[in-house]
């Protein structure tokens, strides 16, 4: 296994941060906040186009670029960095994920494609109204009728549900969880009952606008079956390693961007006839971010060629332990970066608080260190 990146991959981290550094400006990122649809369709659509970043880690022979998880990590840190606002992890770490590794051959012919290009946008719908992210969380059932499946019920925090097009649901059937895929403009199953209405999506409000969540609510509405009735946990979990791995990438990139901002602002902010950088409290609080992004990014690095490697017995363990670490750090270097920056670091009009919301949303996203350290004992035998 190759523990440094490629020359080909070095060029795709440049590519991308060329790419996001004309496209997701901090005005553009000011802006798609603002903004309840929260992205740019004609980004969205260069970098399916031109870039082909929504297929890179798909395989071929589903419309994909075929590369693998090294180079989606990547492109993960690099948005992260940008604090590109989109559907990106929502759509590939999620819902193209899960469909990858369902096995379901006729559903990832039908459905891997426009995800690949990016005309379809899909997101992963599992979490209910307690917010938890483990199997006793699921508890939405769904009905086959004939041989038509519905779902009533209501899944809450959402990534970007309410633009995606297409619905990766998790719900209970009589043999168990199940995974379903549903048109997010799917209507009532006719004979649903009074009320039926199908799918009814709800923009959520949220601490961080760069990455939005939504209240989706089933009624009666029509589902596909993905893979096989009752057996989608390991699906899922496996879904959820993986995104964790790659969200703990991005929150390495966006944690490098809070520092990089703290160092320029340390060499040239004056106080008291010097540079605020070269006194003791700045320079070791800007050592210590460095050191902490140094040892969180080998977390992270180390989650994506354990997926690289395909060693499932060592997913888990890579994956709670690179999102305890970049969780925490991110958290850590966002906030140490509006000190450093003193009062300017705390208005509506720096930069600074964008990626402090961002880490604090990502900390939770897919689970709170807490509940990654849980993961991590068990899955060392604790």
């Keep these: 296994m190759e523990l440094t990146f490629t020359d080909e991959q070095e060029e795709l981290r440049k590519t991308v941060r060329a790419f996001f550094a004309r496209h997701a400006t901090e005005a553009d990122v000011r802006r798609l ?46 948005a992260g960095r940008a604090l590109l606002c989109g559907p990106y992890f929502a759509s590939v770490a999620l819902g193209a994920e899960a469909l990858i590794r369902a096995g379901d051959d006729q559903a990832a012919r039908d459905l891997l494609p426009g995800i690949s290009v990016g005309t379809t946008i899909a997101t992963l719908a599992l979490t209910e109204d307690e917010g938890r992210w483990d199997e006793a969380g699921v508890r939405m059932a769904a009905t086959l009728s004939g041989d038509t499946w519905t779902l009533t019920g209501t899944k809450t925090y959402v990534p970007d549900g309410h633009i995606a097009d297409l619905l990766l649901v998790a719900a209970r059937t009589d043999t168990g969880i199940s995974l379903f895929a549903v048109e997010a403009e799917a209507e009532a199953e006719a004979g649903a009952g009074a009320g039926a209405g199908g799918v009814t999506r709800t923009l959520l ?71 605020i950088g070269s006194f003791q409290g700045v320079k070791h609080r800007c050592a210590d971010m460095l050191t902490a992004i140094e040892s969180a990014r080998s977390a992270a690095y180390g989650g994506l060629w354990a997926l690289a490697s395909g060693n499932a017995a060592e997913l888990g363990v890579a994956a709670a332990l690179a999102k305890v670490s970049c969780s925490e750090t991110f958290t850590e270097v966002a906030g140490g970066n509006i000190q450093v920056h003193g009062a300017i670091g705390f208005t509506w009009e720096h930069p600074a608080h964008l990626y402090f919301k961002r880490a604090k949303s990502s900390e939770v996203l897919l689970g709170t260190p807490a509940y990654h350290r849980e993961l991590l004992a068990a899955g060392l035998g604790f």
């Design 33 to 78: 906040a603002a903004d309840d649809l929260g992205h740019d369709p004609a980004v969205w659509r260069r970098m399916g186009e031109e870039l082909g970043l929504q297929g890179l880690a798909v395989p071929e022979e589903y419309g994909g670029a075929g590369f693998g998880y090294v180079e989606l990590g990547i492109v993960c840190e690099e």
């Design 205 to 275: 409000p949220a601490l961080d606008q760069t990455r939005r969540q939504a209240r989706v609510d089933f009624d009666g509405a029509r589902a596909r079956l993905i893979g096989r009735e009752g057996a989608a946990w390991p699906v899922i979990e496996g879904t959820l390693a993986t995104a964790a791995i790659l969200l703990a990438a991005e929150q390495v990139g966006g944690a490098s961007a809070a520092l990089d901002a703290a160092v320029e602002y340390a060499k040239v902010r004056v106080q008291y006839g010097r540079a």
